[in-house]
């Protein structure tokens, strides 16, 4: 098992995909100097705000990333920009004295390749017209890939807001299988 700091927040990226980040608390200022000076990642996983009284508020499930980019922000904060690599569960948590967390992870494999099914066509129609509509979401691929299953349904995971409990079912799975079924049920609801 290895060891990874933790950037848990309330919504999620999976592999091949991006996100754009706010820093500015001191614990996650100093990840991100570990990161740059050992040219390693950190791994994100979701935070429930709703359960932050429990023993564990986070997801079992996480993906670890890479910065990719880095920017002073309008407000003068730091900005970067992060891309999934590899997924992991997560096996055993510390807390640092200035409450950054460090887990103990398994990867797991990411999800293959597969062909879009005919009938979820829909799902990579949907997400096109979505990053047209918000172009400052599309905006972070320079390659999208429409006709591969397991792209769609992680970016429509991303962009969905999932429970720790949805969100863990579904990254367990060894392919984008149920998550094509679940988003296909909650895109359709939504269209009705």
């Given amino acids: ?16 995909g991006k996100m ?9 200022k100093r990840m991100v100097a570990e ?3 050992t040219a390693s990642g950190f791994g994100i996983c979701l935070f429930d705000s709703k359960s932050a009284g429990k023993a564990n508020p986070l997801s079992e499930f996480g993906t670890w990333v890479k910065i990719v980019d880095f920017e002073t922000l309008d407000d003068g904060l730091l900005g970067i920009t992060v891309v ?23 990867w797991l ?7 879009m099914p005919e009938r979820e066509v829909f799902l990579s ?14 905006s972070l691929y320079d390659h999208r890939f429409f006709d591969d299953a ?10 969905l807001p999932l429970s720790n409990g949805q969100f863990d079912e579904l990254a367990q799975q060894e392919t984008c299988h149920s998550a094509l079924a679940f988003l296909n049920q909650a895109i359709e609801a939504y269209d009705d």
Wanted: glycine share 4%.
């Fill in 150 to 159: 397991s792209w769609v349904s992680q970016r429509w995971l991303e962009l």
């Fill in 125 to 138: 129609q949907h997400l096109q017209k979505l990053y047209q509509e918000f172009p400052q979401i599309g």
């Fill in 20 to 28: 754009k980040l706010r820093i500015f608390e001191p614990r996650y």
């Fill in 84 to 106: 999934g690599m590899k997924r992991f569960v997560i096996r055993k948590i510390r807390v640092e004295h200035d409450g950054l967390r460090r887990a103990k992870v398994e």
């Fill in 1 to 16: 098992m290895e060891e990874i700091m933790l950037f848990p927040l309330s919504s999620v990226v999976l592999p091949e």
């Fill in 35 to 37: 990161c740059s000076k």
């Fill in 109 to 115: 494999a990411n999800w293959p390749t597969q062909q």
